[in-house]
């Protein structure tokens, strides 16, 4: 497979999720875990909640309004962390940080979330992919410290 042709599947995985992002529906405010993240830059909001049980995530659910790489990223990464424990969502957490601030590949870790690697390439981008990941570290910080 060429470059581009691997460029094109990247593009084709990220407009998907944009599209139809998974776990993307009006928050419940009955889910006991919550958080907000602005971006000021661009206007892309994203509100992240979750609940969880004996120290897993067992339910996550996102709303909110964004470009195409920011909704691409929450639906990715509420994929990724539905049914992970506390532990192992903070490690996707800072590997997917790691992506971007790393000169390294990315970590293996990530699966289908290497696909946002490309973003790398557009600096003004990253707070876009990262802001999702941002809600749930705070979210994930708090579930923490009321456990």
Avoid at 120 to 131: G, H, V
């Amino acid at each position: 497979m060429s470059n581009m042709d691997l460029d094109n599947l990247y593009r084709q995985v990220i407009m998907a999720h944009a599209r139809q992002p998974h776990h993307y529906h009006p928050i419940d405010e009955d889910l006991p875990y919550q958080a907000r993240k602005y971006n000021p830059s661009c206007g892309d909001i994203i509100q992240l909640a979750a609940d969880v049980s004996d120290g897993k995530i067992s339910d996550v659910a996102f709303d909110g309004n964004g470009c195409a790489i920011s909704m691409a990223s929450a639906s990715m990464m509420t994929d990724a962390i539905a049914g992970a424990s506390i532990d192992d969502a903070k490690q996707l957490s800072a590997a997917f940080s790691a992506m971007f601030t790393d000169e390294k590949a990315p970590d293996p870790a990530l699966g289908d979330l290497e696909v946002l690697a490309g973003v790398r390439q557009f600096p003004t981008r990253i707070k876009c992919a990262t802001l999702a990941w941002h809600a749930l570290d705070d979210l994930l910080d708090e579930a923490e410290r009321s456990q």
